[in-house]
């Protein structure tokens, strides 16, 4: 089993910069593949990157591509995601989730297991 705690939301302005982080907590955190969703009020949980075992391949939700950047540190059994020209549409709260068995990367209940989310705020 695997415990996940994010971090590093907050308010930022259209145009800023953020990056989120996920410390897991429990064993073989290197045998997870991680991902992260976004859910803004009212609206289902949206798929925004993934990140497979070794780090090798990356995933990304279309509208996320070339402004977002996925990776992870076994040694330090974190996952970030780093967030570039923010827009506020991506007002939500972001969730760090981990996939050990096989499943669909892009599909937030295929994973296994999920943290409590942390909020990020994009002003005008």
């Known amino acids: 089993q695997v415990q996940l705690v994010e971090s590093g939301g907050g308010l930022v302005q259209a145009g800023g910069s953020l990056r989120l982080s996920c410390a897991a907590s429990?064993?073989?955190?290197?045998?997870?593949?991680m991902g992260w969703f976004s859910q803004a009020p009212g609206k289902e949980r949206e798929f925004v990157a993934a990140i497979s075992r070794n780090a090798a391949f990356t995933y990304y939700a279309d509208s996320m591509k070339g402004r977002f950047t996925i990776s992870r540190d076994n040694a330090k059994n974190t996952v970030y995601l780093q967030k570039n020209s923010l827009k506020t549409d991506g007002t939500a709260v972001y969730y760090c989730?981990?996939?050990?068995?096989?499943?669909?990367?892009?599909?937030?209940?295929?994973?296994?297991?999920w943290g409590q989310g942390t909020q990020v705020t994009v002003s005008t």
């Open positions: 429990g064993r073989s955190f290197s045998s997870y593949k």
């Open positions: 989730e981990a996939m050990l068995k096989l499943g669909r990367l892009r599909v937030a209940t295929d994973y296994d297991y």
